[in-house]
């Protein structure tokens, strides 16, 4: 009745690759600003500040997509059900539209806060086992690792739901992850 699952798959989409480019990001600022993580004795408290660093805007973002995500689309749902009263001449509150209307809005904004969250912490989440023992360039490598697999099956998705080829799809959109780690590399180059 509210049509939100078309909705639901473009949010996930859109910040699930918001939250896996921006612990891109925030994953290659960290390996160039500690020097790669070759010194072993700085590892521990390297991975320390990326993992309360990565956190804080996976929190950030989850938050953020949340509050924003329910509040415009209750706003758009509300102004849809006003204009379809005024077409009625009746009062729609406490009806089957208003309360999908509400549900709608709060599983899109569940959506829009989550994938983000979830597709970052992914991301960071090799950095625990640095305070474990792993090696903290190991821990870069397999971070990167998830950050291409992540945008990969994000690339996918979009073609299978486009009903294209998923190839194509997943080679169109590893591009943007290219470019951020280029141009963030490229910041810590000319900041160092």
């Known amino acids: 009745m509210t049509e939100g699952e078309?909705?639901?798959r473009r949010y996930f989409v859109m910040n699930g690759f918001d939250g896996a480019l921006t612990a891109l990001g925030i994953i290659l600022g960290s390996m160039v600003v500690t020097g790669f993580g070759l010194d072993p004795a700085e590892s521990v408290e390297s991975a320390k500040?990326?993992?309360?660093?990565?956190?804080?805007a996976s929190i950030a973002m989850g938050v953020s997509g949340f509050w924003i995500a329910y509040l415009t689309e209750r706003a758009e749902r509300t102004k849809e059900v006003k204009e379809l009263e005024e077409i009625m001449v009746t009062d729609l509150n406490n009806t089957k539209i208003t309360k999908a209307n509400f549900w709608t809005s709060l599983i899109i904004a569940a959506v829009d806060g989550i994938s983000p969250f979830l597709f970052s912490l992914l991301a960071i989440c090799p950095f625990f086992f640095v305070l474990a023992g792993l090696s903290i360039l190991?821990?870069?490598?397999?971070?990167?690792s998830i950050v291409f697999v992540e945008v990969i099956v994000?690339?996918?998705?979009?073609?299978?739901?486009?009903?294209?080829?998923?190839?194509?799809?997943?080679?169109?959109?590893?591009?943007?992850?290219?470019?951020?780690?280029?141009?963030?590399?490229?910041?810590?180059?000319?900041?160092?």
């Open 154 to 192: 994000l690339g996918v998705f979009l073609g299978a739901v486009s009903k294209e080829n998923k190839l194509v799809y997943a080679l169109k959109i590893l591009p943007a992850a290219l470019l951020v780690a280029g141009l963030t590399y490229l910041l810590e180059i000319l900041w160092s």
């Open 6 to 8: 078309n909705i639901l």
């Open 49 to 56: 500040i990326l993992i309360s660093t990565g956190l804080g």
């Open 138 to 144: 190991a821990a870069y490598i397999i971070s990167f």
